[in-house]
């Protein structure tokens, strides 16, 4: 379990039960106990309440010896300190195994465990040896500069009546895969096209990584182009210290101009745990000296830079705000200035779906102008559009680029994005309740079976906790709830657990450890996929309580400060 176990709570039957019935119901949630004595107090317990020859009834009987049959296989697992270890790593399927290679009684449980780990190894090599991890990009820029830049008197010249000219004036793709050859080798295969203004290139490269061990990693790097020509590189990666590594890189480009060698030196280091600093040079066609402070925390990005070179100087500023949502919505904003000018940048980003971030980015900058750039990331695919509106700093093309894509967004969102993924969600719902339809009727024909054969140790419960005004429980419900307030015509999914709760009683203490409900005795899932809680109504020392528990919510009661008041 996931909640510490302090002695009190081992000892009590109630942590006992709990145990048999998670093993019985919900086998993934179960947790194996420490103490010998009590799993045996635990088994004798279920014993007595599910023991055939105290049911006459020959239905009763027949659902006894099949819930007594199944503490028993509960016991005869976990009392086996070898078959609770396969249990631990494999869970029941492991038990089921004929023949298993690691099922041998004379191994130990951490030899179990070893064995394991390296058939994890070897499943994760068979693994690597099918992933590929596809990566690509593709930008498409967009010239929209005739909406705002055009003449009066050029208007009625124009073709097509007067209407704005918009044209796709570049665009590049890239894409690369990556092929392991050994669980220290990586080749990578990467290649690219662009396009501006009727002009265009391509070039392939390949790459061979070797890790050479937990604190480095180097790769060579050849490549081809029809522009610039063959290139060959070398790429070092190490770790310095646990707070500092360093990355240095060397490359030879055969142009038709001649040989244009480069080389860049790069070295970080941790100054706390959520800042980084960085120190850059870079000699070759673009010689600089770069240095960065880089601070990323669980709400904010932030980072600072400066760079000295030929021909390019400038000093960034960029903050990037993370709100905690459930789409994950990002706002961030930047400047940049240098002896280009000055570039300030604000934009949003936001999670559409599961494997989908949505991010609009306005670029407004003397002498660029104003650009929009849409931005899609889809997986492991990336997709651009950068839009450019005016080479002139005008008021209306920087409120278009601002206002137009949020009402778009808004608008897409409501029409499209909202009912698209509740129908999703409605879909994997459906399947998913079809597909365990018939294991939750077989758990919920056990439950019902369980509660008939409890009635008569809660009856002597409920006797026991009246004569001392201890805990009852009146009423006790689990499944998911509708609210009055509720829009939606829904009806609440919830079952009757008063019995199975009452029986789980002990020295007037009900104590539920912090796992899915639905795995105790008695209880099964009303609703699957749906979120569900609990709500019992209980009386303690002659006074009424409510409490309302969440599914995987641990749960005790009656509460410390209902007992100093009763004391009281």
Known sequence: TDTPLTDDYIKSSNYQFNLFGRFINNPSNCCLPSYSGELK????????????????????????????NQVHQAYEVLSDAHSRAIYDIFGKKGLEV??????????????????????QREREERRLQQRTNPKGTISVGVDATDLFDRYDEDFEEMPGGGFP????????????????????????????????????????NMTVRRVMSAKGWGEIELGAGDILGPLIGLKVFRNLTPRCF???????????????????????????QNTMGYLQWRWGPNSAMTTSLVRDTKSSHFTLALQLGVPHSYLMMSYQYKFQDEDQTKVKGSVKTGWFGTVVEYGAERKISRHSVLSATVSIGVPQGVTLKIKLARASQTYLFPVHLTDQLLPSAVFYATVGPLLVYMAIHRLVIIPYTQ??????????????????????????????????????????????????????????????????????????????????????????????????????????????????????????????????????????????????
Not at 44 to 66: N, V
Not at 508 to 517: F, G, R, V, W
């Open 98 to 119: 004929e023949g298993w290679e690691v099922v041998e009684r004379k191994r130990t449980p951490a030899e179990i465990r070893e064995e394991y780990e390296r058939l």
């Open 41 to 68: 107090a635990s088994y004798r317990r279920l014993c007595m309440l599910y023991h055939p020859d105290k049911h006459r009834d020959p239905e009763l009987k027949r659902q006894a010896e099949q819930l007594f």
């Open 165 to 204: 000219h918009i044209e796709i004036n570049k665009m590049h793709i890239s894409q690369s895969i990556e092929a392991p050859l050994t669980n220290s080798d990586t080749a990578v295969l990467s290649g690219s096209l662009s396009t501006h203004n009727g002009n265009g290139g391509g070039n392939i």
């Open 423 to 568: 129908a999703q969600k409605e879909q994997e719902l459906e399947l998913q309740r079809k597909s365990s339809a018939t294991d939750i009727a077989k758990k919920k024909q056990e439950a019902e079976s369980a509660v008939l054969l409890m009635q008569e140790s809660v009856r002597r419960i409920i006797e026991a906790e009246e004569s001392k005004m201890g805990l009852i429980i009146l009423n006790a419900w689990y499944g998911k709830f509708v609210s009055d307030t509720s829009q939606k015509q829904e009806k609440a999914k919830v079952i009757d657990v008063t019995v199975p709760l009452q029986c789980l009683v002990k020295d007037s203490k009900l104590i539920l450890t912090e796992t899915s409900k639905a795995g105790l005795p008695g209880f099964y899932d009303p609703c699957v996929g749906e979120e569900k809680s609990l709500k019992l109504l209980y009386q303690f020392r002659g006074v009424m309580h409510q409490v309302i528990s969440a599914d995987t919510e641990p749960l005790r009661i009656p509460k410390q400060s209902h007992r100093i008041e009763s004391e009281s």
């Open 246 to 272: 360093l990355t240095a890189q060397c490359g030879l480009q055969f142009s038709p101009r001649g040989l244009r060698p480069s080389c860049s030196l790069m070295t970080a280091r941790h100054l706390d």
